[in-house]
């Protein structure tokens, strides 16, 4: 009897020894695999980070020696109290960073990361210290629900989550900036210019080829019913309806108004308009090398539409900001695709794309586009020197 306990139990011990044996083994294969799976990751990673860095480093330098030859005329106010650059441009004094905004150019995304920067590293830590002011009548009247009850230090913290998630899509990043309701993100609130000339400060502008941008621009601002009534763009688009329907195959005056209300102007008639009148100023197709200053600001980090998911990978890294916490899938869908903004311009005319091609010469020179890359066919557009009359900003 006693023999027989002894055997289950040396039969037990054994199974026991067996599956501790077991286990260290798995536990060395689990751990080689996932050591193997990191290091492949990070370098794998390493590598992205060394080839974007030095992509980067060529769009900078192509930059630079391109302003040396490029005709640009900076503006005649100071950089700082320039209202344009005022506007398009957002500094970061936490993270040494000037950002110049081009609009249809993913300005949503970006300056969601800069709102929420700005608020985590700048804002709650001087409201903590009570050394800053800021827009509170702006907060208490877009967002009731989330000051009611609230300090002002748990609102900002629930703010900055919210822009984190995936629905902050509501939230209108402009009006917050025009009405001044966060201080200190305008070139006007710097002490010193310094940002824009320190090796050590991040001066970034994202870009598009023009044609694309402009097409983009079309298609958000005029191209559709959508706008809100009486807004600029409605008016716009009505000007330019009333502008190119003859007016003697009307009645009368009324009845060309209430047509234009409904109408769409084609993009061609579009086009012919903005190039002739003080519109082109706009900033949604007002060439961005004039915009955001880009001989004048020695821009250092050039990222592009065309390879936004990369760049904004980079940028992050940059900003230090944990690119898996950030979901910018279908952030940049405008339901339009690249082939169809490119058929939007088959059938202009040699003298429209001419004047396209020489009002956006700048942009296309210095980013390092061609204009022929946009059109159907590959072949050379060969245009007349001409000079173009350009409205001042």
């Known amino acids: 009897m006693t023999y027989n306990i002894l055997c289950l139990l040396a039969r037990k011990k054994a199974i026991v020894y067996f599956l501790y044996l077991l286990g260290i083994v798995a536990f060395i294969y689990l751990t080689y695999k996932t050591g193997s799976s990191l290091f492949y990751h990070s370098t794998k990673w390493t590598t992205f980070l060394a080839h974007e860095i030095q992509y980067h480093e060529q769009r900078t330098h192509f930059l630079e020696n391109k302003c040396k030859n490029v005709n640009i005329h900076p503006s005649s106010k100071s950089i700082k109290q320039n209202q344009i650059l005022n506007y398009l441009g957002f500094v970061l004094q936490s993270h040494s960073l000037f950002y110049c905004s081009v609009p249809k150019v993913a300005t949503r995304t970006l300056l969601t990361y800069i709102t929420y920067l700005h608020i985590r590293d700048e804002l709650i830590p001087s409201l903590t210290n009570n050394s800053i002011s800021f827009n509170t009548k702006y907060f208490s009247q877009t967002f009731p629900d989330m000051m009611t009850n609230t300090s002002i230090n748990q609102f900002f913290s629930r703010f900055i989550s919210i822009l984190k998630s995936n629905n902050n899509t509501k939230l209108d990043l402009w009006s917050m900036y025009i009405n001044k309701a966060l201080p200190h993100v305008r070139l006007q609130t710097l002490p010193n210019l310094s940002l824009l000339s320190s090796p050590s400060s991040i001066r970034a502008i994202f870009v598009r080829h023009p044609l694309e941008r402009l097409a983009s621009a079309y298609s958000d601002k005029i191209g559709t019913l959508k706008t809100e009534p009486q807004s600029t763009y409605d008016k716009l688009r009505q000007k330019i309806c009333q502008k190119f329907i003859p007016i003697y195959s009307l009645p009368n005056q009324k009845q060309l108004k209430n047509l234009c209300e409904k109408t769409i102007p084609t993009f061609v008639h579009f086009l012919e308009y903005i190039l002739t009148s003080s519109a082109q ?53 405008t339901g339009k695709t690249r082939e169809a903004y490119r058929s939007m311009y088959s059938n202009l005319s040699k003298d429209l794309l001419c004047n396209l091609k020489n009002f956006y010469a700048n942009d296309l020179e210095l980013f390092n586009y061609r204009f022929e890359d946009y059109l159907e066919t590959s072949q050379r557009l060969d245009c007349p020197i001409r000079t173009y009359h350009r409205f001042p900003i």
């Open 281 to 333: 100023i706009d900033v949604h197709w007002q060439p961005y090398s004039t915009l955001c200053q880009a001989c004048e600001i020695k821009y250092n980090f050039i990222g592009k539409y065309e390879t936004i998911d990369e760049d904004l990978k980079l940028f992050q890294v940059k900003l230090s900001l944990n690119t898996i916490d950030w979901n910018v899938e279908n952030r940049f869908s």
